[in-house]
């Protein structure tokens, strides 16, 4: 049998070796969340520009192919999906999209009497984004919510 000899000066430094080691594996990981949770929510932020784009431009097409001459814009969104005064199937949107940055919670509706005119999300969440818009959506630079992104349907 071999016993081998340890200073008495030695007797705990692994210990606080190993309780370094965890401080800075904690350090790390918070660094690695808050990381990964800007990157998600910039691409949430990128969802939402699509979606939204995606919401104007079917709520404007909804609006210029209205039938017999007197423009109208939808009541609901769903009205989007599939569009009752055509004898024909038209669609402008394949299906109706979440609000990306609250799942499973309703758009926001701009209205003017009984029709949608637009759509934004009701999240209270601080945008990151801040420049690089496309020119129509120039004024979201000056945002510092998402509710403040608001898709408007821009016609004549």
């Known amino acids: 049998m071999v ?7 030695s007797r705990g430094f692994t210990f606080i070796g190993i309780l370094i080691i965890v401080a800075l594996s904690g350090i790390a990981l918070s660094t690695v969340g808050i990381v990964w949770h800007q990157t998600m929510q910039r ?3 990128k969802e ?4 939204g784009e995606q919401y104007r431009l079917a709520i ?4 210029e192919s209205t039938p017999n001459g007197v423009k109208q ?5 769903e009205d989007l999906l599939l569009d009752n005064r055509y004898p024909v199937v038209k669609r402008y949107l394949r299906r109706v999209y979440e609000d990306p940055m609250r799942a499973k919670q309703p758009w926001g509706l701009i209205k003017q009497q009984d029709f949608i005119v637009g759509v934004y999300s009701l999240s209270q969440q601080k945008t990151i984004k801040k420049t690089g818009f496309p020119a129509l959506y120039e004024s979201f630079g000056e ?5 403040e992104w608001k ?3 821009v016609n004549n």
């Open 3 to 9: 016993i081998f000899y340890q200073p008495q000066t």
């Open 43 to 45: 691409e949430k932020e």
């Open 48 to 51: 939402l520009l699509f979606i």
């Open 60 to 63: 404007s097409n909804y609006y």
């Open 73 to 77: 814009y939808p009541r609901k969104l």
């Open 143 to 147: 945002a510092t919510m998402y509710d």
């Open 151 to 153: 898709f408007i349907a």
